[in-house]
């Protein structure tokens, strides 16, 4: 009875401390609580999550302000010319950070820092983007006219991926399986989720962190995805500066062919013509053949491991695909090497049932959450927002018509094989999380 008693004045004391704020004292209770072994109340879980959040927030700030120092040196050493043999040398192997090319990117794609981890986005490059649309609709439209002349069901083969990559909006993972399923994707989300990792890698580049000699391992590459977003960007800097010579090694992992093909078949069309140094291999496999994949992949040698919405639906399939994911990076990441993450907002909450909700320690907390499943250390994160809010706009459509770039050279693509009845704009609604072991 006494250990009741005892108990009960420990809460009531704790809840006292909370009301006037006394989180020293409440903490001590608190701890006192939990080696009693007695059940901590709601409110007492409330407190004890309120702490680790905070205790993630300042380290995330010690992060910055250590960031923050560490540029205003480097600063301070450039104006004198007093950068040591050692920068030297970092800097021979990573493309420095080019203050006019930041702030061009910054204008032209309209970035305002809403907060600490979110950045809204409503422009585009116009010069690098507008050309790279448009090669890509006359590439679709070739390919689709071409099997119109060879298949008598041509419109039975375009329905089939088109209702396949639909089940993305009714929460379910497609198959990505049907022979049109390339043309289907590179008409549907392809622009997006290129216009999502050119953010991405700018965002690393911006950071500093940007190799000359780049060895990457894209994991569900699709059709290359991670490797146009880069590509382009560095051709959106060409106006800039002089690019030292850069030689990329691009590791496709993707289950199925024909989108390796198609994107190997654009990459040739537009991308090699404009002198871009990169080496492809192309591995077709799914994810889920660990033990054959293990043996192909090399150990210790990439210096980015992404992942781009490649993050499922289904919970027996997400779980096991996350330690398959962290399996991947302890072997094959090398000891400086990072891990990049891009997660549409839906399928980075949801798992954790958490709903959109303006609270950026709840946000932080997911995240922080997300990364430890995969055995990483979280460096930063952002959201990448078209609207600028974490919850849902009251009139999205509205909002898109006024502010956001239009897809002038795919929309009439969109319009006839969604049977839709606008344009489509470009639009960001995803996490970049970069992490390393």
């Known amino acids: 009875m006494s250990n009741l008693l005892v108990n009960w004045w420990r809460s009531h004391k704790f809840n006292e401390a909370v009301k006037s704020q006394n989180n020293r004292l409440a903490k001590q209770l608190l701890k006192q609580i939990e080696n009693s072994g007695a059940k901590l109340s709601w409110q007492q879980k409330l407190f004890k999550e309120r702490l680790q959040l905070e205790k993630l927030l300042q380290k995330k700030n010690d992060r910055i302000k250590e960031g923050d120092r560490h540029l205003a040196e480097l600063e301070i050493q450039l104006s004198f010319g007093q950068l040591d043999d050692s920068l030297a040398r970092i800097d021979e192997s990573t493309l420095f950070p080019d203050k006019k090319f930041i702030e061009y990117i910054s204008k032209a794609f309209k970035l305002i820092e809403c907060d600490a981890s979110m950045i809204q986005c409503t422009g585009i490059d116009e010069k690098v983007f507008n050309k790279f649309e448009q090669h890509l609709a006359g590439f679709i439209k070739n390919e689709i006219n071409k099997l119109t002349r060879e298949k008598t069901n041509i419109d039975y083969l375009l329905k089939q991926a088109v209702d396949d990559i639909q089940k993305l909006k009714e929460g379910q993972d497609p198959q990505y399986s049907f022979e049109l ?6 008409m549907r989300y392809f622009l997006d989720n290129v216009y999502c990792a050119y953010l991405a890698w700018f965002l690393v580049y911006k950071a500093g962190l940007l190799p000359t000699k780049l060895n990457i391992l894209d994991i569900a590459a699709g059709p290359g995805t991670v490797a146009y977003g880069l590509g382009l960007l560095l051709q959106s800097s060409s106006d800039f500066f002089s690019m030292p010579p850069m030689h990329i090694s691009y590791y496709s992992l993707e289950q199925q062919k024909a989108f390796q093909y198609r994107g190997l078949q654009f990459w040739r069309q537009y991308m090699e013509p404009q002198a871009m140094n990169a080496y492809f291999r192309f591995d077709t496999s799914s994810i889920f053949d660990g033990e054959n994949q ?6 210790k ?9 490649c993050f499922f639906n289904d919970e027996e399939r997400r779980e096991k695909s996350l330690q398959i994911y962290k399996d991947i990076f302890t072997s094959s990441l090398n000891d400086s090497g990072c891990v990049l993450l891009i997660i549409q907002e839906k399928k980075l909450l949801i798992p954790y049932n958490v709903r959109r909700v303006d609270d ?8 922080q959450q997300f990364v430890d499943e995969l055995g990483l250390n979280l460096v930063w994160y952002k959201y990448l927002s078209s609207t600028g809010i974490r919850t849902s706009h009251p009139n999205y459509a509205k909002f898109a018509r006024e502010n956001l770039p239009v897809k002038e050279f ?16 470009y639009a960001l609604d995803d996490y970049v999380i970069l992490a390393k072991k």
Do not use: A, G, T
């Not at 399923?181 to 590179?186: A, D, K, M, T």
């Not at 293990?294 to 150990?299: A, G, M, N, Y």
């Not at 795919?410 to 704009?425: G, V």
């Open 360 to 367: 950026c320690q709840q946000e932080l907390s997911v995240v």
């Open 410 to 425: 795919i929309s009439p693509l969109f319009r006839q094989h969604f049977k839709l009845h606008y344009d489509s704009n």
């Open 181 to 186: 399923s390339p043309h289907i994707y590179l």
């Open 301 to 309: 040698f990439f210096d980015f491991i992404v992942i781009s919405h």
């Open 294 to 299: 293990s043996k192909r992949l090399p150990k």
